[in-house]
């Protein structure tokens, strides 16, 4: 099946930011999985930043392979993840996702504050 799920990564720091946007089936995930992995390589710790839209969102037969990606960037130096979603996506993320993660997991709409809570995990976890 081919990969359905658009989006852009953008790297600033020890910040990966990835705005998604559209369906993602299991495909989508693997793809944008491989994607963040190669671009964090050489990252020793970073942090995960999703800043989700209502016009991106999980097929439900792909949410297994969200909750694997989110874990095995934690085997590759990701320290946390952050969302910054609206309260439709934020209420899925919390039920379905967040329980099965980890890594400290947090879901927000104010992505002024979960930058600060990047920036303060990063510090932490010297």
Same mark, same amino acid.
């Given at each position: 099946?081919?990969?359905?799920?658009?989006?852009?990564?953008?790297?600033?720091?020890?910040?990966?930011?990835?705005?998604?946007?559209?369906?993602?089936?299991?495909?989508?995930?693997?793809?944008?999985?491989?994607?963040?992995?190669?671009?964090? !390589? @050489?990252?020793?710790?970073?942090? *995960?930043?999703?800043?989700?839209?209502?016009?991106?969102?999980?097929?439900? +037969?792909?949410? =297994?392979?969200?909750?694997?990606?989110?874990?095995?960037?934690?085997?590759?130096?990701?320290?946390?993840?952050?969302?910054?979603? !609206? @309260?439709?996506?934020?209420?899925? *993320?919390?039920?379905?996702?967040?329980?099965?993660?980890?890594?400290?997991? +947090?879901?927000? =709409?104010?992505?002024?504050?979960?930058?600060?809570?990047?920036?303060?995990?990063?510090?932490?976890?010297?």
């Amino acid at each position: 099946m081919n990969a359905h799920g658009e989006y852009e990564i953008k790297k600033d720091g020890f910040i990966v930011h990835v705005y998604p946007a559209g369906a993602f089936n299991y495909e989508g995930i693997i793809e944008l999985k491989s994607e963040v992995l190669n671009i964090v !390589s @050489t990252e020793k710790k970073w942090v *995960l930043f999703g800043h989700h839209t209502n016009q991106a969102f999980v097929i439900p +037969e792909a949410l =297994d392979a969200l909750i694997d990606a989110f874990n095995e960037y934690a085997l590759h130096g990701c320290i946390a993840i952050f969302q910054e979603a !609206s @309260t439709v996506r934020a209420d899925t *993320l919390e039920k379905l996702v967040k329980p099965s993660v980890n890594i400290p997991f +947090e879901i927000n =709409d104010d992505k002024n504050l979960l930058l600060v809570r990047a920036r303060e995990a990063f510090e932490r976890s010297d």
